[in-house]
C-alpha cells in the first residue's frame, strides 16, 4: 500500500521502537490509515481531534503482522448506556485489580459513556490467548477492542487524575469531565506502552496459560459421521456428449444432462446435485435441483473413508458355496458373509474332517462356545475360573482386581495343584478346543503348538486391556520410593486439584472429561491435552531420577523369574496396576495418563492391546458377519484374503422409522412418549406375525418391555438390549424384529482402543469408532434370521444399515415446524394406505402423477375441494383398481405426496422421476413416477391427448 512507503522519513530510535496504525475517523478507508510513533502521534493529535488506534503495534519496516500489544481495557457494564451503571462496573474492576496489585501507573479514562483502563506495558504475541482468557474472566472487559481500533484520544475523553478518582466520581461528574473539553494538554498524559509487562502482570498471564491448557485438555470428541463422497461420472458425461469444468467448489458443464440445453449455466455440486437455471422448463431447475440418485443412472452413495464394502446381494446358496470353498484353500481367510448364512455350520463341517489338525476356536462369550458344541463338533470347552474348579476361587479374584496374576502368585504354592481341574483343562488338550477370547489371550499355551486358529465373531475388545487405579493406589507407591521423590507427588497431587477446579468451571458443557497425558508424542483426537509434567512442574531431571528409583524398587529384577516378581510386588504394593501406570508414565508413554471427570473420581489410567502371538505357519480363519478387513489384519499381524458376500433376504418386509432416537435422547423421554412411538412401530407389524424380538438401549429396556407387553399381548415378545448378543442363535424361530434405537457406541470409551489399533491414522480410528454401533445393528437384526426368509425387520432411528438391503419403505417421523407435526408417519394408517392405492396403479400401468392420485383419493388436507371433485370424475373409470369406492385419503403434512412417491419408488427401483405441469397444477411442476413410453401407451388405450410440453423425464 502506498500509505507504508511514504514512512521513509524517520529517525533511528523510532526504526528501533514501536509504531501505530490510526485512523483519523472511524469509517476512514484503509488507503488513508497512516503509521505513526509514540512522539508522532502526539505532535499529530495537537492537529486532531479524533484518533483511533489498533492495539496491536507493529515493528517498523515490516509492518504485517502484530508482534506487540497495548496493556488496555475497555470496561462497561452489561446496560452500557447506562453511566451509573458503567461507573459501578469500573469500581468493581479497580477494586478487584488492587486486590491483586496491578493498579500500579493505572490510567483511567473516561470515553464519553464508559471507561478504559490502560498502563504504559506491552505483552508480546505469545502470551495474547492466554491475556483474553484472563480478561474474559471479567464480565465487565469487553475484548473486542483487539480486533479493531479503539478511540485514544476526542473531545469526549478524559483522564482522571489519579486512578482512585473513580470512587468520587457519579453522573453528573461524569458528564461535566466529557463535556467538549477538548484539553489538548491531556495528550501528553495517554499512556502508550514503553516498557514490557513487570513480573506482577507475567505472573498473571502464566496462571492463565496453565488454566488454558487445562480447559484444553477437556476431551471432546467429533461424532459426525464421514461426508458422502460424490465421484464426477465422467464416462456418463462423455457419453451424452457433456464437457466439464472444475471450477473448485463446484463443476461447471457444458450442457444440463437433465433437460439437454447448454444456455443455463448448468452446474454439479460437490455433493452431487445438479442444477440448471431453467426453473420453469428443467427438472434440475425446480425445488432447488436434482440429487444425483435422480439424474444419475446405477448411482449409489460412497461414504469415505469406510471400513465396510458395500457387497452385491446373492443368494444362500452361492454365499454357502463361497463359504465352503473358503475353509477348504488352506489360506488365511476373513470370511465376512451375511450373519446366518452359515459360517459356524460349515465350519464344524471343515473341522470334522480335519481329526489329527490341532484347532482353537475362540468366541465372545461362554453362551457361544456351548452352541458351537452343541452341533456335534468333537471340541472341549476350556471354562474359567470358578468355584467349582478352583479350591482358591476368592484369594483369586482378589489378587486378579489387584492386577496380579493368580497363576503365578497362588497356583506354584497350592496343595491342590497336582489335583486341580482348572489347570488340568491345560495339560490335557484335545485335537479341537473352544475358548473365550478373553481367555485365549492370558494363556500363553493356546497360541502355540496349534496349526488352526479360528475366530469367531472377532471383536478387538477382547484383546484390549485398560487398567484403571487412584490417586491413593499412586501415593502409597511414592511412599515406598526415597523421599527426595515426595515433591513430584505433591506436584501431580496439586496438578490435578487445579483440573478438577477447572473442570468444575465447565458444568452446562457437553466436553465433561479432562485429560493429563504423560508424553507430549499424541494422536490427532488428544493433541491439545495438557502434558502432566509440564502442567505439574516437574522437570526432566526429576523425572528420570524417579524412573531409576522406581525401576529398582517396582521393576522385575534379571535374576527374578515371573512368579518370584509377582510374589514380592504382592506383599509391597496395593495394586500392580499402580505400577504398570508409573512405570509408563516416567517413560513418557502415550499410553498413560490421568483422567478427570465431572462427578467421578480420579483415575490414573493405562491402556495396550495385546495382539495374539501367533506362529508364522499356523492357519487364520476369522468369520465376522460385520467385518472389518483393517482391523482383523492389524489385530492378528497378517494378510487375510477376504470372502465378502452379501445375501439378499427374501420375502422379507423391511421398514424404516426415521426418527433420532441414540441412546441420550431416549433416556431423556417418558414413558408415554415411548409408548406413543413404539405403538408406531407396531402398527406396521403384519397381522399373521407371531412372534417379536424387540431390540433397544441398556437403559430404557425394562421400560421398552413393559410396553411391548401392553402393545403386544397376543405376541411372543423377547426384549434384549444391543452390544449383548452378538453371534447367538435362539431367536431364530422368531419370525420379526423391532430395533427400537440406534445404537451408538461411547465414542471416549473406544477413543484408547482405536489409538492401539490404529496408531498412525486418524481418520481410521474417527470412521472405526462410528462403525462400531452401526455393526452391532446389523448383528442384533440378524438374530432372528432374516437370511432364511418370511421375516420383518423394522428399525425405529435414524441410520438403516446398508447391508440389509433398501427398506421397502421409509416413514419419517422426525419432527418438524413450530408445531411439532410428524411428516407421513403422524397418520401412519393414511400414509399406508397411499402407497397401497399409488402402488396398484403404478403395476397396473407403469407410472403415477399427482392427478392420478387426487382420482384414486389421495391428498393433503388443502386439497380436501380437489379430492371432491376427482371423486365424482373416477366413479366411471375402469382403468383405476378397485380403490375409488374407499374413504379418502387425508395426509397431513405438505411433503406428504414426496414421501408417499418415495415409498412407491423403492418397490418399484426401476421407475425414473416424471415432472408433469398444466392447469390442474397451477401449471406448476409436480413431481411423479414413470416413465414416457408408459405415460403415451396409457393415453393413446384411454383416448386422452397426450402434449409432450407438459411432461419432463
Same mark, same amino acid.
Given at each position: 500500500?502506498?500509505?507504508?512507503?511514504?514512512?521513509?522519513?524517520?529517525?533511528?530510535?523510532?526504526?528501533?521502537?514501536?509504531?501505530?496504525?490510526?485512523?483519523?475517523?472511524?469509517?476512514?478507508?484503509?488507503?488513508?490509515?497512516?503509521?505513526?510513533?509514540?512522539?508522532?502521534?502526539?505532535?499529530?493529535?495537537?492537529?486532531?481531534?479524533?484518533?483511533?488506534?489498533?492495539?496491536?503495534?507493529?515493528?517498523?519496516?515490516?509492518?504485517?503482522?502484530?508482534?506487540?500489544?497495548?496493556?488496555?481495557?475497555?470496561?462497561?457494564?452489561?446496560?452500557?448506556?447506562?453511566?451509573?451503571?458503567?461507573?459501578?462496573?469500573?469500581?468493581?474492576?479497580?477494586?478487584?485489580?488492587?486486590?491483586?496489585?496491578?493498579?500500579?501507573?493505572?490510567?483511567?479514562?473516561?470515553?464519553?459513556?464508559?471507561?478504559?483502563?490502560?498502563?504504559?506495558?506491552?505483552?508480546?504475541?505469545?502470551?495474547?490467548?492466554?491475556?483474553?482468557?484472563?480478561?474474559?474472566?471479567?464480565?465487565?472487559?469487553?475484548?473486542?477492542?483487539?480486533?479493531?481500533?479503539?478511540?485514544?484520544?476526542?473531545?469526549?475523553?478524559?483522564?482522571?487524575?489519579?486512578?482512585?478518582?473513580?470512587?468520587?466520581?457519579?453522573?453528573?461528574?461524569?458528564?461535566?469531565?466529557?463535556?467538549?473539553?477538548?484539553?489538548?494538554?491531556?495528550?501528553?498524559?495517554?499512556?502508550?506502552?514503553?516498557?514490557?509487562?513487570?513480573?506482577?502482570?507475567?505472573?498473571?498471564?502464566?496462571?492463565?496459560?496453565?488454566?488454558?491448557?487445562?480447559?484444553?485438555?477437556?476431551?471432546?470428541?467429533?461424532?459426525?459421521?464421514?461426508?458422502?463422497?460424490?465421484?464426477?461420472?465422467?464416462?456418463?458425461?462423455?457419453?451424452?456428449?457433456?464437457?466439464?469444468?472444475?471450477?473448485?467448489?463446484?463443476?461447471?458443464?457444458?450442457?444440463?444432462?437433465?433437460?439437454?440445453?447448454?444456455?443455463?449455466?448448468?452446474?454439479?455440486?460437490?455433493?452431487?446435485?445438479?442444477?440448471?437455471?431453467?426453473?420453469?422448463?428443467?427438472?434440475?431447475?425446480?425445488?432447488?435441483?436434482?440429487?444425483?440418485?435422480?439424474?444419475?443412472?446405477?448411482?449409489?452413495?460412497?461414504?469415505?473413508?469406510?471400513?465396510?464394502?458395500?457387497?452385491?446381494?446373492?443368494?444362500?446358496?452361492?454365499?454357502?458355496?463361497?463359504?465352503?470353498?473358503?475353509?477348504?484353500?488352506?489360506?488365511?481367510?476373513?470370511?465376512?458373509?451375511?450373519?446366518?448364512?452359515? +459360517? &459356524?455350520?460349515?465350519?464344524?463341517?471343515?473341522?470334522? #474332517? @480335519? %481329526?489329527?489338525?490341532?484347532? /482353537? !476356536? $475362540?468366541?465372545?462369550?461362554?453362551?457361544?462356545?456351548?452352541?458351537?458344541?452343541?452341533?456335534?463338533?468333537?471340541?472341549?470347552?476350556?471354562?474359567?475360573?470358578?468355584?467349582?474348579?478352583?479350591?482358591?476361587?476368592?484369594?483369586?479374584?482378589?489378587?486378579?482386581?489387584?492386577?496380579?496374576?493368580?497363576?503365578?502368585?497362588?497356583?506354584?504354592?497350592?496343595?491342590?495343584?497336582?489335583?486341580?481341574?482348572?489347570?488340568?483343562?491345560?495339560?490335557?488338550?484335545?485335537?479341537?478346543?473352544?475358548?473365550?477370547?478373553?481367555?485365549?489371550?492370558?494363556?500363553?499355551?493356546?497360541?502355540?503348538?496349534?496349526?488352526?486358529?479360528?475366530?469367531?465373531?472377532?471383536?478387538?475388545?477382547?484383546?484390549?486391556?485398560?487398567?484403571?487405579? +487412584? &490417586?491413593?493406589?499412586?501415593?502409597?507407591?511414592?511412599? #515406598? @520410593? %526415597?523421599?527426595?521423590?515426595? /515433591? !513430584? $507427588?505433591?506436584?501431580?497431587?496439586?496438578?490435578?486439584?487445579?483440573?478438577?477446579?477447572?473442570?468444575?468451571?465447565?458444568?452446562?458443557?457437553?466436553?465433561?472429561?479432562?485429560?493429563?497425558?504423560?508424553?507430549?508424542?499424541?494422536?490427532?483426537?488428544?493433541?491439545?491435552?495438557?502434558?502432566?509434567?509440564?502442567?505439574?512442574?516437574?522437570?526432566?531431571?526429576?523425572?528420570?531420577?524417579?524412573?531409576?528409583?522406581?525401576?529398582?524398587?517396582?521393576?522385575?529384577?534379571?535374576?527374578?523369574?515371573?512368579?518370584?516378581?509377582?510374589?514380592?510386588?504382592?506383599?509391597?504394593?496395593?495394586?500392580?496396576?499402580?505400577?504398570?501406570?508409573?512405570?509408563?508414565?516416567?517413560?513418557?508413554?502415550?499410553?498413560?495418563?490421568?483422567?478427570?471427570?465431572?462427578?467421578?473420581?480420579?483415575?490414573?489410567?493405562?491402556?495396550?492391546?495385546?495382539?495374539?502371538?501367533?506362529?508364522?505357519?499356523?492357519?487364520?480363519?476369522?468369520?465376522?458377519?460385520?467385518?472389518?478387513?483393517?482391523?482383523?489384519?492389524?489385530?492378528?499381524?497378517?494378510?487375510?484374503?477376504?470372502?465378502?458376500?452379501?445375501?439378499?433376504?427374501?420375502?422379507?418386509?423391511?421398514?424404516?422409522?426415521?426418527?433420532?432416537?441414540?441412546?441420550?435422547?431416549?433416556?431423556?423421554?417418558?414413558?408415554?412418549?415411548?409408548?406413543?412411538?413404539?405403538?408406531?412401530?407396531?402398527?406396521?407389524?403384519?397381522?399373521?406375525?407371531?412372534?417379536?424380538?424387540?431390540?433397544?438401549?441398556?437403559?430404557?429396556?425394562?421400560?421398552?418391555?413393559?410396553?411391548?407387553?401392553?402393545?403386544?399381548?397376543?405376541?411372543?415378545?423377547?426384549?434384549?438390549?444391543?452390544?449383548?448378543?452378538?453371534?447367538?442363535?435362539?431367536?431364530?424361530?422368531?419370525?420379526?424384529?423391532?430395533?427400537?434405537?440406534?445404537?451408538?457406541?461411547?465414542?471416549?470409551?473406544?477413543?484408547?482402543?482405536?489409538?492401539?489399533?490404529?496408531?498412525?491414522?486418524?481418520?481410521?480410528?474417527?470412521?472405526?469408532?462410528?462403525?462400531?454401533?452401526?455393526?452391532?445393528?446389523?448383528?442384533?437384526?440378524?438374530?432372528?434370521?432374516?437370511?432364511?426368509?418370511?421375516?420383518?425387520?423394522?428399525?425405529?432411528?435414524?441410520?438403516?444399515?446398508?447391508?440389509?438391503?433398501?427398506?421397502?419403505?421409509?416413514?419419517?417421523?422426525?419432527?418438524?415446524?413450530?408445531?411439532?407435526?410428524?411428516?407421513?408417519?403422524?397418520?401412519?394408517?393414511?400414509?399406508?394406505?397411499?402407497?397401497?392405492?399409488?402402488?396398484?396403479?403404478?403395476?397396473?400401468?407403469?407410472?403415477?402423477?399427482?392427478?392420478?392420485?387426487?382420482?384414486?383419493?389421495?391428498?393433503?388436507?388443502?386439497?380436501?375441494?380437489?379430492?371432491?371433485?376427482?371423486?365424482?370424475?373416477?366413479?366411471?373409470?375402469?382403468?383405476?383398481?378397485?380403490?375409488?369406492?374407499?374413504?379418502?385419503?387425508?395426509?397431513?403434512?405438505?411433503?406428504?405426496?414426496?414421501?408417499?412417491?418415495?415409498?412407491?419408488?423403492?418397490?418399484?427401483?426401476?421407475?425414473?422421476?416424471?415432472?408433469?405441469?398444466?392447469?390442474?397444477?397451477?401449471?406448476?411442476?409436480?413431481?411423479?413416477?414413470?416413465?414416457?413410453?408408459?405415460?403415451?401407451?396409457?393415453?393413446?388405450?384411454?383416448?386422452?391427448?397426450?402434449?409432450?410440453?407438459?411432461?419432463?423425464?
Amino acid at each position: 500500500m502506498k500509505v507504508w512507503r511514504r514512512e521513509t522519513a524517520l529517525s533511528a530510535s523510532d526504526k528501533a521502537g514501536c509504531f501505530y496504525v490510526f485512523k483519523p475517523a472511524l469509517r476512514t478507508r484503509k488507503k488513508n490509515w497512516q503509521v505513526r510513533s509514540a512522539r508522532q502521534i502526539r505532535s499529530f493529535l495537537r492537529k486532531q481531534r479524533t484518533i483511533y488506534l489498533t492495539p496491536g503495534m507493529r515493528e517498523y519496516p515490516t509492518l504485517k503482522k502484530p508482534f506487540r500489544y497495548w496493556l488496555i481495557l475497555d470496561v462497561e457494564s452489561e446496560d452500557h448506556d447506562n453511566i451509573e451503571a458503567n461507573i459501578e462496573a469500573a469500581r468493581n474492576l479497580f477494586s478487584s485489580l488492587e486486590a491483586r496489585m496491578l493498579t500500579d501507573e493505572l490510567q483511567i479514562t473516561l470515553t464519553g459513556r464508559g471507561f478504559r483502563f490502560s498502563w504504559p506495558y506491552y505483552f508480546e504475541a505469545s502470551a495474547f490467548r492466554s491475556f483474553m482468557a484472563w480478561a474474559e474472566t471479567y464480565r465487565s472487559i469487553d475484548t473486542g477492542i483487539y480486533s479493531g481500533f479503539v478511540k485514544v484520544f476526542s473531545p469526549e475523553t478524559y483522564v482522571l487524575d489519579v486512578a482512585s478518582d473513580i470512587f468520587r466520581m457519579d453522573e453528573d461528574a461524569y458528564r461535566y469531565a466529557v463535556k467538549n473539553l477538548n484539553d489538548t494538554a491531556q495528550i501528553d498524559r495517554l499512556a502508550l506502552p514503553v516498557r514490557p509487562l513487570p513480573a506482577v502482570w507475567t505472573n498473571i498471564l502464566k496462571e492463565a496459560a496453565r488454566t488454558l491448557q487445562f480447559s484444553d485438555s477437556i476431551i471432546s470428541l467429533d461424532y459426525t459421521a464421514p461426508a458422502v463422497r460424490f465421484i464426477l461420472p465422467v464416462s456418463y458425461l462423455h457419453e451424452k456428449g457433456i464437457s466439464f469444468q472444475d471450477m473448485g467448489g463446484y463443476w461447471k458443464l457444458s450442457c444440463c444432462p437433465a433437460c439437454g440445453r447448454p444456455d443455463a449455466s448448468p452446474y454439479v455440486t460437490k455433493t452431487g446435485w445438479l442444477k440448471c437455471f431453467h426453473q420453469n422448463s428443467c427438472p434440475a431447475g425446480i425445488s432447488g435441483g436434482l440429487p444425483p440418485a435422480e439424474w444419475l443412472p446405477d448411482w449409489h452413495e460412497i461414504v469415505e473413508p469406510t471400513t465396510l464394502s458395500a457387497t452385491l446381494p446373492t443368494t444362500l446358496s452361492n454365499a454357502r458355496t463361497a463359504i465352503y470353498n473358503a475353509l477348504r484353500s488352506q489360506k488365511n481367510v476373513l470370511i465376512g458373509c451375511t450373519p446366518g448364512s452359515g +459360517k &459356524t455350520y460349515h465350519l464344524i463341517q471343515y473341522l470334522a #474332517g @480335519l %481329526p489329527d489338525i490341532k484347532t /482353537v !476356536i $475362540a468366541v465372545d462369550t461362554k453362551r457361544l462356545a456351548k452352541e458351537i458344541v452343541k452341533e456335534n463338533l468333537k471340541a472341549k470347552i476350556l471354562e474359567g475360573r470358578s468355584t467349582t474348579n478352583c479350591v482358591k476361587y476368592e484369594k483369586a479374584e482378589h489378587l486378579a482386581r489387584r492386577g496380579f496374576s493368580p497363576s503365578a502368585i497362588l497356583c506354584p504354592r497350592c496343595s491342590e495343584k497336582e489335583n486341580c481341574p482348572y489347570h488340568e483343562q491345560f495339560k490335557k488338550l484335545t485335537p479341537c478346543v473352544v475358548c473365550t477370547h478373553a481367555m485365549f489371550n492370558a494363556r500363553t499355551e493356546l497360541q502355540q503348538n496349534f496349526k488352526v486358529y479360528v475366530f469367531d465373531e472377532s471383536s478387538a475388545k477382547s484383546f484390549f486391556f485398560k487398567i484403571l487405579c +487412584k &490417586t491413593n493406589d499412586i501415593n502409597s507407591l511414592f511412599e #515406598g @520410593l %526415597p523421599s527426595k521423590h515426595e /515433591v !513430584i $507427588a505433591k506436584k501431580i497431587n496439586s496438578c490435578v486439584e487445579k483440573a478438577m477446579e477447572m473442570l468444575a468451571c465447565t458444568q452446562g458443557r457437553k466436553a465433561v472429561r479432562m485429560r493429563l497425558y504423560t508424553s507430549a508424542d499424541l494422536p490427532k483426537e488428544v493433541k491439545n491435552c495438557a502434558n502432566l509434567w509440564q502442567m505439574a512442574g516437574v522437570s526432566e531431571a526429576e523425572k528420570q531420577a524417579a524412573l531409576a528409583d522406581i525401576s529398582a524398587a517396582f521393576g522385575q529384577r534379571h535374576f527374578e523369574t515371573y512368579p518370584q516378581y509377582q510374589r514380592r510386588l504382592e506383599k509391597r504394593v496395593k495394586t500392580f496396576s499402580s505400577v504398570r501406570w508409573m512405570l509408563a508414565a516416567f517413560s513418557n508413554s502415550n499410553q498413560a495418563y490421568i483422567e478427570i471427570e465431572e462427578r467421578r473420581a480420579v483415575r490414573f489410567v493405562y491402556f495396550e492391546l495385546r495382539k495374539p502371538n501367533l506362529p508364522n505357519d499356523a492357519r487364520v480363519i476369522v468369520l465376522d458377519g460385520t467385518h472389518d478387513q483393517q482391523e482383523a489384519e492389524e489385530l492378528f499381524r497378517r494378510k487375510l484374503q477376504v470372502i465378502e458376500v452379501g445375501v439378499e433376504l427374501p420375502a422379507c418386509q423391511k421398514i424404516h422409522l426415521q426418527i433420532g432416537l441414540g441412546k441420550i435422547k431416549s433416556i431423556g423421554k417418558n414413558k408415554k412418549w415411548h409408548k406413543k412411538t413404539f405403538q408406531k412401530a407396531c402398527q406396521h407389524l403384519p397381522v399373521n406375525v407371531r412372534s417379536v424380538l424387540v431390540l433397544t438401549h441398556l437403559k430404557i429396556q425394562d421400560t421398552v418391555r413393559e410396553i411391548a407387553m401392553e402393545l403386544l399381548k397376543d405376541k411372543k415378545i423377547d426384549v434384549i438390549h444391543f452390544f449383548a448378543n452378538r453371534g447367538l442363535n435362539k431367536w431364530s424361530d422368531f419370525d420379526s424384529v423391532i430395533a427400537y434405537g440406534t445404537p451408538m457406541a461411547n465414542q471416549n470409551s473406544l477413543l484408547d482402543l482405536s489409538i492401539a489399533l490404529f496408531p498412525e491414522d486418524a481418520e481410521k480410528r474417527k470412521t472405526w469408532r462410528l462403525e462400531v454401533g452401526k455393526k452391532d445393528l446389523v448383528q442384533n437384526v440378524h438374530r432372528i434370521r432374516p437370511v432364511n426368509g418370511n421375516k420383518t425387520i423394522i428399525i425405529v432411528g435414524n441410520h438403516w444399515p446398508q447391508e440389509l438391503g433398501r427398506p421397502d419403505y421409509t416413514v419419517n417421523l422426525k419432527r418438524t415446524h413450530g408445531k411439532g407435526q410428524a411428516m407421513a408417519g403422524k397418520h401412519n394408517k393414511n400414509f399406508m394406505e397411499a402407497v397401497t392405492r399409488c402402488s396398484a396403479f403404478m403395476e397396473l400401468h407403469g407410472f403415477i402423477t399427482k392427478e392420478i392420485g387426487w382420482l384414486l383419493g389421495i391428498g393433503t388436507v388443502n386439497e380436501k375441494d380437489r379430492l371432491f371433485f376427482y371423486k365424482q370424475k373416477a366413479g366411471g373409470l375402469s382403468w383405476l383398481p378397485e380403490v375409488t369406492d374407499k374413504a379418502p385419503v387425508i395426509l397431513h403434512d405438505r411433503r406428504a405426496w414426496l414421501n408417499v412417491l418415495e415409498a412407491v419408488r423403492q418397490k418399484f427401483q426401476d421407475a425414473p422421476v416424471l415432472y408433469a405441469s398444466g392447469r390442474q397444477y397451477g401449471h406448476r411442476k409436480t413431481k411423479g413416477l414413470g416413465t414416457e413410453k408408459a405415460v403415451i401407451q396409457f393415453y393413446k388405450k384411454h383416448g386422452f391427448k397426450y402434449e409432450p410440453q407438459s411432461w419432463f423425464w
